[in-house]
């Protein structure tokens, strides 16, 4: 279960250094409106999105091989569905939502992107307990 520790904190640690300090710290920089910050943003997180499912992948490569038990499949699995549902359901909508800004719109704060930020709070919450059980 080595594989899936170093995997589960690695993706952990990426989700926390990107969405939570990368993502609100680029608008405060000087010269980045909002255009350029969600430009930036598009692409740091569609990478972030591909990265994040091929470390899901083998996270369940890993969980398959090694059979843990159900008390570390369950916070595991909830990661997994929780990026499914961001990049199937919730990312779409932002990235509608980003061209309409980008377009010169100027439009209110996005509810997609309040769902976007819930689903990374409980992915990380996941991530770190499934990480620690796997370490128990």
Not at 42 to 63: D, H, K, M, Q, S
Not at 70 to 85: E, F, H, K, N
Not at 107 to 112: D, E, F, G, K, V
Request: glycine share 8%; net charge positive; aromatic share 4%.
């Amino acid at each position: 279960m080595g594989v899936a520790v170093a995997v589960t904190f690695g993706w952990l640690g990426m989700v926390l250094a990107i969405s939570f300090l990368e993502a609100p710290l680029k608008f405060r920089a000087p010269g980045v409106t909002v255009p350029i910050g969600l430009g930036i943003g598009r692409i740091v997180f569609r990478a972030l999105n591909v990265v994040e499912g091929v470390l899901a992948l083998v996270i369940a490569a890993a969980l398959v091989i090694a059979a843990p038990p159900v008390r570390v499949l369950i916070p595991l699995c909830l990661a997994i569905a929780m990026l499914v549902i961001q990049v199937a359901l919730v990312r779409p909508r932002l990235s509608k939502r980003s061209d309409r800004v980008l377009a010169g719109e100027e439009l209110p704060r996005s509810h997609a992107h309040v769902a976007y930020v819930a689903l990374e709070l409980v992915k990380v919450a996941a991530l770190l307990t499934g990480g620690v059980l796997l370490l128990a």
